[in-house]
């Protein structure tokens, strides 16, 4: 391009003609051009940047909350299925172990430890109410109220000082009237397997069994002890804190010490 001034030959980027000295004029536009070219391309590299960073922040947050929505998500569909996967595992297990679940019952009821038996279906889990189990449920339901019973009365000789008597004294009462009562025949009008020899048996063995408890640690005369079998549940009761009335006072002369 030649110069307005002197018409020597200059390039766009010659600020001044290198012959006269003058500006030119279109280098200085030019100049001016690319400079707001070059602001122009920063603000919008910047608002470019910028803008994908927030999207990125954006996104990156959106993919937390719902990776957080699906993980509590997850979690209760697990909470609410917790049991019934840990109910499946516990079913397999008593499935492939039931003939030597059924092995151990047979032999506790062989021996009559109604105390081993119950502890041992509840710890197992043995499911006593499906119908491969049937023929225990009456057994195991009156066994788990002698156990309770059986082990109050224990208590009751053996309590130690830091143990609470009175509650012993309470549980006593209504462990042994509870179980009296899950002898009833009543109770069990909707089972077909009540009055089969194998379950009236084992009744009969728990109720000789509460029998003599009663009057090793109630002080009952045997024809005592065996009426409890055919009272109301008022005279039971009467007969019941009779015999816990040792324990009463003792618990009363305890408390009597201590103020």
Do not use: W
């Amino acid at each position: 391009m030649k110069c307005k001034n002197c018409g020597g030959e200059i390039r766009l980027e010659d600020m001044y003609c290198p012959y006269c000295g003058r500006p030119n004029e279109q280098a200085q536009r030019h100049a001016a051009d690319m400079a707001q070219y070059r602001r122009d391309y920063q603000n919008t590299k910047q608002d470019v940047i910028e803008r994908a960073g927030t999207q990125s922040r954006r996104a990156t947050r959106f993919a937390t909350i719902a990776l957080l929505i699906v993980a509590i998500g997850v979690n209760i569909i697990l909470q609410m299925n917790s049991y019934s996967f840990y109910q499946a595992l516990e079913d397999s297990k008593v499935k492939k172990n039931m003939p030597a679940y059924k092995a151990k019952m047979e032999e506790y009821l062989e021996e009559e430890d109604y105390l081993g038996f119950s502890a041992f279906c509840y710890n197992k889990r043995v499911p006593i109410y499906e119908d491969s189990f049937k023929e225990y449920f009456i057994i195991y339901r009156v066994a788990t109220n002698y156990r309770y019973a059986a082990m109050e009365l224990m208590q009751l000789i053996n309590h130690s000082r830091y143990s609470d008597l009175s509650h012993h004294l309470k549980n006593t009462s209504q462990y042994v009237q509870t179980f009296y009562e899950e002898l009833e025949a009543d109770k069990y009008a909707y089972y077909d397997n009540y009055d089969t020899p194998f379950v009236q048996e084992h009744l009969k063995n728990m109720a000789d069994a509460m029998d003599s408890l009663c009057i090793a640690y109630l002080s009952m005369t045997p024809e005592e002890a065996h009426s409890l079998r055919n009272a109301s549940g008022g005279s039971r009761l009467l007969l019941i804190e009779k015999g816990l009335e040792p324990y009463t006072a003792e618990l009363a002369g305890e408390s009597q010490t201590s103020d």
